[in-house]
């Protein structure tokens, strides 16, 4: 039976029926259960065992030879249990996964790990990714939303010999900190002057228009700049630029390795998170989070983004307080990832996430 839950996490869009008797859709959920649990194939015998139908292993191994037929299952070797296919998988995430609602503990636990109070916006985003990443044993991925925002204040502080902090606080009260790399003995009125000259050409405008207009002026001349403050200037600025669009934050990559279920995917794992550093990976991955109203899961080759199986990607929008699509958050994990525990946990965080952009 279909849990309604169902609709309101992963969106109505995906909502398929199984096509299969009661009997052939238990023994497919229970297999395909059993399999994330143990990453081996599932044998007869063992879902005998567990399932509450009290069928003989014969009567399972008859239903699972129709299921192999359907391009559901497939022995990956003679002699052997049986694994879900990525159509099979699909059916499964679709019409037959079961989860619960998290519970409040694990609500509050979500929202500590996320509060930004102290730190900046990367940097709970960041948290997030590395909270999706243990939970779900896989990569926890974020594109983090462009600095859009009017910009209200900046500040450059001295940390040491070499090193200046940038702190940037947009309109909307978000805070932002950057570490860059100044002139060794800069000094620190040129720092200050740096802070100056900006604050008095940033307001009302986003940061990408006053690093136009700051790029303008110090290419006609037309400032009364040192070379040193030019320099914490151009730095600063290019802190936040660099392409546009937003950026890409990726946690536990290791732990994703050490969890696939085959050694020949490392290499294609490596050139993966080679692919989502680009821009137009960026934006792909918004494009699939905005396919539809909740959590999307895509199995194997679904999403364009991995070119042969072995991989799933469960992500979520995030939205700001204009109820715009700004981010993305999820995991890519190997194709047994705990669908039931990730989806909820996942479209939970991206909601927290939307509180705080709001």
């Not at 052997?80 to 679709?94: H, I, Y």
């Not at 926890?140 to 606080?169: K, Q, S, T």
Request: net charge negative.
């Amino acid at each position: 039976m279909i849990d309604p839950r169902l609709a309101r996490v992963i969106g109505a869009d995906h909502l398929v029926r199984p096509g299969l008797d009661t009997r052939s859709a238990s023994i497919l959920r229970e297999l395909v259960e059993t399999y994330v649990e143990t990453g081996e194939p599932v044998g007869s015998r063992t879902l005998s065992r567990r399932l509450p139908l009290n069928l003989s292993p014969a009567t399972i191994r008859n239903a699972m030879a129709d299921l192999e037929d359907a391009g559901l299952l497939y022995a990956p070797h003679t002699s052997a249990g049986r694994l879900p296919t990525e159509r099979g998988l699909r059916l499964f995430v679709d019409g037959l996964l079961e989860f619960g609602d998290l519970s409040e503990a694990e609500r509050e636990a979500i929202s500590v790990r996320c509060a930004a109070s102290g730190r900046s916006l990367h940097e709970t985003l960041g948290e997030a990714g590395q909270m999706l990443s243990g939970l779900a044993g896989a990569a926890g991925m974020v594109v983090a939303p462009n600095a859009e925002n009017a910009v209200r204040h900046i500040e450059f502080v001295a940390l040491g010999p070499g090193r200046a902090l940038v702190v940037l606080v947009q309109e909307g009260g978000q805070v932002e900190n950057r570490v860059i790399e100044v002139p060794p003995g800069l000094p620190l009125s040129a720092l200050t002057q740096a802070s100056n000259y900006l604050n008095a050409r940033l307001t009302g405008r986003t940061l990408e228009e006053a690093r136009g207009m700051v790029a303008q002026e110090i290419a006609d001349n037309r400032t009364a700049l040192d070379d040193l403050t030019q320099q914490v200037i151009e730095a600063g600025l290019g802190t936040w630029t660099g392409g546009g669009g937003g950026s890409l934050i990726l946690r536990g990559q290791s732990r994703l390795l050490e969890n696939l279920d085959q050694a020949a995917h490392v290499s294609e794992i490596r050139r993966l998170f080679e692919r989502l550093e680009s821009q137009e990976t960026m934006l792909r991955l918004l494009e699939l989070a905005q396919r539809g109203q909740g959590v999307q899961i895509f199995i194997g080759a679904e999403s364009g983004l991995f070119d042969s199986t072995g991989l799933s990607m469960v992500v979520a929008p995030f939205r700001n307080g204009q109820e715009k699509i700004v981010g993305a958050i999820g995991v890519i994990g190997p194709t047994r990832i705990n669908y039931g525990r990730v989806i909820p946990v996942v479209d939970y965080t991206a909601r927290v996430i939307g509180r705080l952009l709001g």
